[in-house]
């Protein structure tokens, strides 16, 4: 089969010795120049990260501006210094604060978009990202109120939404992105989440029941007998069982957290397809993932933070080694979008909230 | 003087082997296929240098090239900027890097033992009294729902307590409106609160575990000592700046990993309680001393406090503590 032959290997080829030195340097231009330095740290981090990372032969290119991604900071920072002090001064208007900031977030979640895919380039050609306000407002607010209302219900829907609308708008040159898959299959993997939480607690009140009745009848044996049980046994025991609780829980939640997040990232990327028959593969296994996340986790702890670029490049390489891409046809003819100088017009707020919009990631 | 370069064009996602020749002055020549372009050198730019990423040439029509080094042709091209080839130095080279981390420890220990304290210390002395009024009765509020109870001490022993302790107060010199309260709680136990405006808390626990007023009026100088530093405030203002301060550093709120940073956030902010515990040790020990109390009562009160109390305790456990040691707090009143 030509198609077999012709898969591409996404790679990810940074190390963690080269981010250290990136990463320390920032830090500390960062502490210097309280704060001024972080949209260059930022391009510096990016423009590592997306330049190692290869398929077919060719790296991915960061190339936003620094001045560009400072001037949304201190709009984002003037704005954060007006809330303080309006919220100081007339308490209570935290909620109207809220309010505008829920208005605005489907305008925020697009401009960050867009500024984050038209400064990312492959083979000199750069991503985008269309700006459907009306769409992003529909999908993000529309759909998301009524998660509440529905109980929750709807969140599969959602994702599954909120998916679709980042995946059709975005674009690499005259070509789009498209997702093949349906609601049904984000039905599918939060039911699985749903299951393995309502089986996990009913394993962990079977396990739990023998120790509550073997507690109760030394409790009793003590009461008839007339001795006091050794408080100190009894406190550890009373203090233990909760704290063992909440830990089987918390990492019950946290096991299920990454389930979902490996699961819709594979089905996603298994989805998606660009023009001209080009699709991806990613074959992310849950165990790795949950093991990258928790071992990453204590290390980081361990060390105060020292590892933390350790952990960064260690997680993307694992990312860019499940994933594979499919071409449909040549890889060399892609053509620049033709409205792209224009609408590179007028963004000079370009990422004042740039965060990263899960999903895809 | 030739290179070999990947070049693409801008155009199309198609990757060209391509040849950059810098034989003629002012102008690099571009051959690829059946492709010749001609640049004036003014208008190409580096792309500054990022750890061991192969370096990178824009020209001006919206093509570049990657290629894998750049020292041979670095004497034809425009400078970079000298600032950003130092800190691509910086970055790359071991001992450098070794240098900076060095240094950044150093810079952020400067700010969290010295820079950030002093700063606190300065705005909380510029809190107008109205805000840290308002502050005060929120805190109070939210304290009296969640752990207080009403004081079941009868109404003349509370009395007779206030009255001591506000002439104990006076003694100080205070500018300081200073209002006792007693309240009930099982949940917080024998204890003693500083909110911020001069509102002092003892718990009825409290009351009943010192063996004489004189203990109590330690314990209520120890308070003052609190109030009298502002330390609520200052405490609320360091822990915030050094949490974000450590967010800065591990990137973002959101991701998973910066879980790692909450551990020593937590270390940091526990370290500023116990000084602010040593400060108001200190006050209390002063004003002790100087109205010739003696300091044995409150001594006795703090070894009852702490149950697991142990001369040798001095292990790691200090590290993750709000308090001082007791051991170290019976040394210091011992020592007068």
Known sequence: ?361 | MNVEVIWYDGKTSRVYEASLNFSETGFVRLTADNISLRYAIDGISVAEPVGNLKPKIYFPDGSNCELSDLSAIRPYLPKTSGLFEFIHRCESKFIYAAGVAVLAVGVFAFMILYAVPEMARQIANQIPPALEQTLGRQLLDTLDRLVFEESRLPLDRQAQLSASFLKSIDSMNSTIDYQILFRSSPKMGANALALPSGIIIFTDEIVELAESDEALIGVLAHEVGHIEQRHSIRHVLQDSVVALLLVTITGDISSISSIGAALPTLMVQLKFSREFETEADDFAIRYLQDNNISTEPLLELLKSLDKKYDEEDTGISNYFSSHPATIERIKKLKRR
Request: with cysteine.
């Open chain 1, 1 to 361: 089969m030509i198609e077999d032959n012709n898969h591409q290997n996404f790679s990810f080829n940074g190390t963690a010795g080269a981010f250290f030195g990136i990463w320390i340097v920032n830090i500390l231009l960062t502490i210097l120049t309280l704060g001024i330095y972080t949209p260059w740290a930022k391009v510096r981090t990016n423009r590592y990260f997306y330049g190692h990372t290869n398929v077919a032969g060719s790296n991915f290119d960061y190339l936003a501006s620094p001045i560009t991604i400072l001037k949304g900071y201190l709009i984002a920072v003037a704005i954060f210094i007006v809330y303080t002090v309006v919220s100081a001064l007339a308490p209570g208007s935290e909620i109207i604060f809220f309010i505008l900031l829920m208005i605005a977030l489907p305008f925020i979640i697009v401009r960050a978009m867009a500024f984050r895919l038209r400064n990312t380039a492959y083979r000199n050609l750069r991503f985008r990202f269309d700006r459907q306000y009306g769409q992003a407002a529909w999908v993000y607010l529309g759909i998301g109120i009524l998660i509440p209302l529905t109980l929750g219900l709807i969140l599969p829907y959602f994702a599954y939404r909120t998916n679709k609308f980042l995946i059709t708008n975005a674009g690499y040159g005259q070509s789009r992105f498209s997702l093949q898959c349906g609601a049904g299959d984000f039905y599918k993997i939060y039911l699985i989440a749903l299951g393995i939480l309502i089986g996990a607690g009913i394993i962990v009140a079977v396990v739990m029941m023998p120790v509550m009745m073997e507690m109760k009848t030394v409790m009793e044996q003590a009461a008839q007998s007339g001795v006091e049980p050794d408080p100190a046994t009894m406190g550890a025991a009373m203090a233990g069982l909760p704290v063992l609780i909440y830990f089987l829980v918390l990492l019950l939640y946290f096991g299920v957290f990454i389930y979902i997040r490996t699961a819709v990232a594979n089905l996603v990327w298994n989805n998606i397809t660009l023009d001209g028959g080009h699709r991806f593969e990613s074959s992310l296994k849950l165990g790795r993932m949950a093991w990258i996340i928790f071992s990453n986790m204590v290390v980081i702890l361990l060390s105060l933070g020292l590892m933390i670029p350790w952990a960064r490049v260690r997680m993307v390489r694992y990312r860019m080694n499940t994933l594979v891409l499919i071409p449909g046809g040549d890889l060399d003819t892609f053509i620049r979008e033709k409205a792209e100088e224009e609408s590179a017009l007028g963004e000079e707020m370009g990422d004042v909230f740039d965060m990263d919009i899960g999903g895809i990631g």
